[in-house]
């Protein structure tokens, strides 16, 4: 072998040992200068769709009612009238509770804050309202506060005349007292 021959040689196998280097890791590429074939990778198909419109919300109803909270001292209930939202006439009650829950005078606490209405449902035939509610840890209250609570319950829902009677359950059962303060009529028939 000759010098050239064997500098040729050696020129190309350091050649084909930096391609086999170089492409480490690649996809696609071959040794020795041959032309890499196209990978093909399968792509999910982009299904195109066509603009749906969005359907216009029902825009909500409002009304005027009157929310009852308690004074700092859990001595006297505090009527406020608020404005509230519902979507559909049997969603009028459990707005009206849910007032409830909040206020915007630092005088007029709101007794049910951490308390959830689970279900709500009115039968118009027998003027008969059902509440279900879920208490929270700050929802007990001592007696006044109890008392406070129910009066503000009852004020709430018989502010519409179509309530004749108001079953009230507490986590799904019907219960001789909310709080174990008051005894808990089943149902609670409206005032005369």
Known sequence: MTKTSRLF???????????SVTACGQKGQLVGGATPQATIVPTP??????????PTPEPLKQKKVKAFYSDQDEM?????EVTISYKQDADVYEAAMNALKKSDDPKAIPLF???????????????????????????QLGAPGEELFLQALKKTVFQFPEVKSLYVLKNGKQVDSLMGHIELPYPIKRPN
């Open 76 to 80: 006297k209930l505090i009527e406020k």
């Open 45 to 54: 198909a982009t299904v195109v769709q066509s603009p749906v419109p969005t």
């Open 113 to 139: 804050d951490d308390l959830t209405f689970t279900s709500t449902s009115f039968d118009k035939a027998k003027g008969e309202l059902k509440i279900d509610l879920k208490f929270g840890p700050k929802t």
């Open 9 to 19: 040689y050696g020129v190309v196998l350091v050649s084909a040992i930096t391609l």
